[in-house]
């Protein structure tokens, strides 16, 4: 019996148990995955991780709670188990307050996508990294398998996500000069991964020069596509939220209320169509497949979940309930690669940003670090690579008057969290040319 | 599945699996959180989650590798004892070290968190109360526009054995609240919020003062929006033990830990300023620095009595008068340094392999009474609850925010200000240490949330400090 049988099993037997006041939601999360820590291009640790989850949201009488388990996958013991769990969400649901912003459980359809890939497994796996990476310092991780996701009401809906796929997250190190890189896919291909590796070390040999010391200041810089898959987290913490916006922790509360715009360069959507997260929600809803959050500038809206659509009469969008983009998208401009270097003149190349946190949040300043390869450029052309430099950046000031150029290319940037189990999605985002972007430290 | 059977299977299973590997350890590890969360005097949520899994450690070839499931059946032990086994004889002919059973003591032994009640005699419906009330508390005005109480409840269960003969149980009874006020004008938002996270029992509830301290969270709130902005400045810094906790992690935690020195967190968190040959001779911080690692503080959030490797948990000094003398490094890194460590290999969970992590890192009191730091001060500011961190992946150059700030003037508090922030570099900025609270300025603040390792994993830490005050420090606002 497969797991998605097996899940279907336990979910239809929960919903025939329930009472007449009651609605239920049943998600599932599995995953069969190989981790492989890298450090020194040797194996540091190795970890196969099987895990199954279902989780159970029962309403009833205007209440709702969540009872989620670790799941054997054999469906007699996890139904034997949610039975338990569904009782005591019974019990416990009528000593809660009433809840004036539930959201009634509805059928959403049914949808169901399945990724196949062709990965490497056992020795496979290991030669396939250890062999080609043995010529560098390659720090990183490995990470592969199966990712199965499911969610099913007591209303019918019926949503079934499943894929197979990988990522090797890696470093190349000389000394303490680096670069990063992520080869990510659903077919690992030895030619690929040795392509990449490839490109990390000829970006690697460019670093050789001494380190160039800046004095903190303001520098016209061009954030890479992954600088800018950095920069872009920050639209996950709040930024985009409704509910953020409503409750006085919206960075870009000023955007909605138009007080302030961004450059018409810049224009930002939820794009489905690049495949890498199901598109139903934790409430079975399913997305556009295209939602333009900002558009040449000025913030078209903000992810409202069903939740906050009540409370706030507002018009939902079908945002999951943390309001957060699942697969951003910053549009491409017109700069072309091979021009780049002569666009920037003299300024700095920043390949990665780290460590990203609002300094400022009603003003959406935001400070952080550059790391890996940041490249002092003059007269576009590489000079050295430079010692790694804090900023404390405004959102408004630096993708309002002060982005000047936004590529014409994008790249995808998987979604490589592993807190918990292994993560979907990731971002799609060109490179920006930027002019004062201010380094403090 | 019950936890005897769960026992009964691990014996049964581990006089096989030893003859087919060098070593084994089995770890069973079950994990109850629940969580409630009110806001504005509504339900916003409640969950619980079971989460529970089996971790196959193997020894092959030298090299230690991982297998886990939450197939909690004698089948499922098997073939993840099986995929363990495969996986790891492979990757022992690519191994970053040679490990022996050194690295795995048979110890054996049991912990028990310290708690009055049991967290199980706490009905929903009492914790839910104690929210709502605390949410009530938060509004002290209308321009409370939004106030969170929330809290989560863990009952954890750990239990290990080993074919070398280690075995051992650990429980932890742990809660963690947090109630915020967030307040708005028209022109200005500010947020005020406090909370804490504790290994306790059901007592977390009963009879604390906690919505006495949610009034004065709503109340400092309302005052930060008639405030002034920060100064842009360098002067004098007194940082109060909820914003020394967060200075005490990212600047002397993280650097310390051997694994980042070895360059295992590369490729994520980052690399360390600190090298193996700085331990015994590097001047960390001033002569009043002196920092433990300390597991055995009873009812801090990240004690135990054995880390997850079975290396028994001691109070040890890592930096004595300013001087750097130990890193935060279980067996392994020890091993593979050859210098000093302590017992902090842990997991976060049943489906991860254990890394070197902090536990409880405090600050030692010292002498200095609260008044007279103040007053030795002729300009400065206190500041006091973390808002916003980030540090660089050496751990070097920071620039933390807090949520209050006030300026000391003339060797007193004056007015409150908004948006306070400072930045610095680390090993100057512990260097310019000039006055260390004693006792009575001693707090224990602990986090459930720290992030690290490939795979990634959060786990629980904890870091008591007196209030410490700095000189010559860089601070500013926001913008206006």
Same mark, same amino acid.
């Given at each position: 019996m497969s797991q998605r049988e097996v899940f279907n099993h336990i979910a239809h037997a929960l919903i025939k148990d329930l009472q007449q006041d009651e609605t239920l939601t049943v998600d599932f999360r599995g995953e069969e995955t190989d981790y492989v820590r890298w450090n020194q291009s040797k194996i540091r640790q190795n970890t196969s991780v099987s895990q199954k989850k279902i989780s159970l949201t029962l309403q009833k009488a205007g209440r709702r709670l969540r009872k989620s388990f670790s799941a054997q996958g054999f469906k007699e013991w996890d139904l034997i188990e949610a039975r338990k769990l569904l009782q005591e969400a019974r019990q416990e649901a009528l000593t809660l307050p009433l809840d004036p912003y539930l959201v009634e459980i509805a059928n959403h359809g049914t949808s169901e996508a399945y990724f196949p890939g062709n990965l490497n497994t056992g020795e496979d796996l290991i030669t396939a990294i250890a062999q080609p990476s043995a010529a560098y310092d390659m720090a990183g991780l490995y990470a592969g398998g199966s990712i199965e996701v499911g969610n099913c009401n007591s209303k019918g809906q019926n949503h079934w996500f499943a894929n197979e796929s990988f990522f090797m997250d890696y470093s190349l190190y000389n000394g303490e000069r680096a670069v990063k890189s992520c080869y990510a896919g659903f077919k690992w291909s030895q030619k690929e991964f040795a392509t990449s590796l490839k490109q990390a070390g000829e970006q690697l040999a460019m670093m050789k020069s001494p380190l160039k010391k800046l004095k903190p200041g303001k520098y016209k810089v061009y954030l890479a596509p992954a600088a800018v898959a950095d920069l872009s987290g920050m639209f996950s913490w709040g930024a985009l939220s409704y509910r953020a916006y409503k409750t006085g922790s919206c960075a870009l509360k000023k955007l909605q209320e138009g007080e302030r715009e961004f450059s018409t360069k810049f224009s930002v959507k939820e794009n489905f169509n690049l495949g890498l997260t199901p598109r139903f929600n934790d409430l079975g809803e399913l997305a556009p497949e295209n939602l333009i959050l900002i558009k040449k500038g000025r913030l078209e809206q903000l992810l409202v979940s069903s939740r906050s659509a009540k409370e706030y009469t507002s018009p939902g969008n079908d945002a999951n309930s943390d309001e957060a983009p699942r697969a951003l998208e910053i549009a491409p401009g017109l700069l072309a690669k091979e021009n780049i270097l002569k666009e920037l003149g003299t300024g700095l190349f920043v390949s990665n940003l780290h460590y990203l946190n609002w300094s400022d949040r009603q003003n959406a300043r935001v400070t952080g670090m550059t790391r890996y390869a940041c490249l002092w450029v003059e007269n576009g052309e590489i000079i050295a690579p430079i010692e790694d430099m804090r900023f404390d950046v405004s959102l408004f000031d630096i993708l309002g008057e002060g982005l000047l150029e936004v590529t014409e290319f994008q790249e995808i940037d998987p979604s490589v969290d592993t807190y918990f189990q292994r993560a979907l999605g990731g971002k799609n985002t060109p490179g920006l040319l930027i002019k004062d972007f201010n380094f403090t430290l | 599945m019950t936890q005897s059977h769960i026992t009964a299977n691990f014996f049964n299973a581990i006089s096989d699996f030893k003859k087919q590997v060098d070593w084994v350890g089995l770890k069973f590890y079950s994990e109850k959180t629940t969580r409630h969360v009110i806001r504005n005097e509504n339900p916003e949520s409640h969950a619980t989650q079971l989460d529970q899994g089996i971790m196959v450690e193997v020894m092959s070839g030298g090299h230690l590798g991982y297998a886990a499931t939450s197939d909690l059946t004698p089948e499922g032990l098997a073939r993840a004892f099986q995929k363990a086994k495969a996986l790891t004889n492979q990757a022992s002919y690519f191994k970053a070290t040679e490990f022996s059973y050194e690295q795995r003591p048979a110890s054996r032994g049991n912990f028990q968190s310290p708690y009055l009640h049991r967290l199980d005699t706490l009905a929903t419906e009492e914790i839910v109360n104690v929210l709502m009330k605390a949410s009530q508390s938060l509004k002290v005005s209308d321009k409370i526009v939004s106030r969170i109480a929330a809290a989560m409840l863990v009952e954890t269960q750990i239990q290990y054995i080993s074919s070398s003969g280690a075995e051992w149980t650990q429980n932890f009874d742990m809660v963690g609240t947090h109630y915020t006020a967030t307040a708005q004008d028209t022109k200005n938002i500010q947020v005020r919020s406090t909370g804490n996270s504790l290994q306790i029992g059901a007592e977390a509830f009963r009879g604390l003062n906690v919505l006495e301290l949610c009034e004065i969270t709503g109340s400092e709130a309302m005052e930060l929006l008639e405030a002034e902005n920060c100064p842009t400045d360098t002067m004098d810094l007194l940082l109060a033990p909820d914003q020394m906790q967060l200075q005490i992690h990212e600047s002397i935690g993280h650097p310390l830990e051997l694994d980042r020195i070895l360059g295992d967190e590369r490729n994520y968190a980052g690399w360390s $300023?600190?090298?193996? #040959?700085? $331990?015994?001779? @590097? /001047? &960390? %911080? *001033? /002569? @009043?620095l002196n920092v433990v690692f300390d597991p055995? #503080?009873? %009812? /801090?959030?990240? *004690? &135990?009595? $054995?880390?997850d490797t079975g290396n028994p948990a001691t109070r040890e000094y890592l930096i004595k008068d300013g001087k750097l003398l130990r890193g935060l490094g279980g067996l392994e890194s020890q091993k593979r340094l050859g210098i000093l460590g302590v017992a902090n290999q842990r997991a976060s969970s049943w489906n991860r392999a254990p890394i070197d992590r902090m536990a409880n890192i405090n600050i030692e009191p010292g002498d200095g009474e609260l008044d007279e730091m103040i007053g030795s001060v002729k300009r400065g500011l206190l500041m006091k609850t973390n808002r916003s961190w980030s540090i660089d992946d050496y751990r070097n150059k920071f620039q933390f925010g807090c949520e209050y700030g006030q300026l000391i003037e003339d060797g007193k508090l004056t007015r409150t200000v908004k948006n306070p922030n400072y930045r610095g570099k680390t090993l100057q900025f512990w260097n310019s240490l000039k006055a260390v609270g004693n006792a009575k300025t001693y707090e224990n603040h602990g986090s459930p949330y720290c992030g690290k390792g490939e795979p990634n994993q959060i786990i629980r830490v904890a870091h008591s400090s007196p209030y410490c005050l700095f000189s010559n420090i860089e601070v500013f606002g926001g913008l206006s």
């Open positions: - | $300023f600190i090298k193996p #040959e700085d $331990f015994g001779k @590097l /001047q &960390y %911080g *001033s /002569q @009043l055995t #503080e009873a %009812g /801090q959030l990240a *004690s &135990y009595a $054995f880390d």
